[in-house]
């Protein structure tokens, strides 16, 4: 089982508005990972969670903050959000393995009014 | 920052017709991915190659790891309309923070019945 799941599928959030999007995998990946994706464009690399500590920040502004809960879950917290913050949202995770392949949940389409 | 070149851009094919996709790097990777994209949906993995000079099939799908290490291609045979969607490559660094993937810009391929 390779599967990542994320909720909810699709956001719609108002720039004062406080949202939260949820990742799962129950793989026993060790590394948990948000991206960030406009259209027709390759994912951008947001933050990695490794060994449920925050390993790789990108530069994100603080309207966007991570949380991992335990090995499992994965939580973005958004807060005033900006209109061009509009985007496909996507959480991956790996092993932390020799052998490292990424798994990608299939998003949250998010836009903000 | 480390930079891939995926070519083509995009691709229009007859259904049936046999597709090739490559990518290119300044840089060494430990692992090369190959991921297709639907509308919406996540990157879902297709092919992983951990070995230079690795050659790996998957079904209608071959990949091979270049030799330098710096790049990738990808073969799609007997192409279907459900092959329809982007293809992305990413080089991937694993470092002890997680693993770091650096992505193409996608090639858009669109196959006619």
């Known amino acids: 089982d390779t599967e990542v799941t994320q909720t909810p599928k699709h956001l719609v959030m108002g720039m004062t508005n406080k949202k939260s999007l949820k990742c799962e995998q129950h793989m026993g990946h060790r590394a948990m990972y948000w991206y960030k994706q406009k259209a027709k464009k390759p994912p951008e690399l947001m933050f990695v969670?490794?060994?449920?500590?925050?390993?790789i920040n990108e530069s994100v502004p603080s309207r966007f903050s991570p949380e991992c809960p335990n090995s499992s879950l994965l939580n973005l917290h958004l807060h005033a959000l900006q209109p061009e913050d509009s985007a496909l949202y996507l959480c991956a995770s790996s092993q932390l393995a020799t052998w490292e392949e990424q798994y990608f949940g299939p998003g949250t389409r998010l836009t903000v009014t | 920052g480390q930079q891939l070149n995926q070519s083509p851009q995009s691709m229009f094919i007859q259904e049936g017709e046999d597709v090739s996709m490559n990518c290119t790097s300044s840089s060494i990777f430990n692992t090369w991915l190959w991921y297709k994209q639907d509308p919406g949906e996540g990157p879902v993995l297709l092919i992983a190659l951990y070995k230079a000079g690795e050659l790996t099939s998957n079904g209608r799908l071959t990949a091979q790891f270049g030799i330098t290490r710096k790049d990738s291609f990808l073969n799609i045979s007997a192409s279907i309309p459900s092959d329809v969607g982007i293809y992305f490559c990413a080089g991937q660094l694993l470092e002890t923070s997680g693993s770091r993937l650096t992505f193409g810009e996608g090639t858009q391929l669109t196959v006619n019945p």
């Open positions: 969670y490794s060994y449920e500590k925050l390993s």
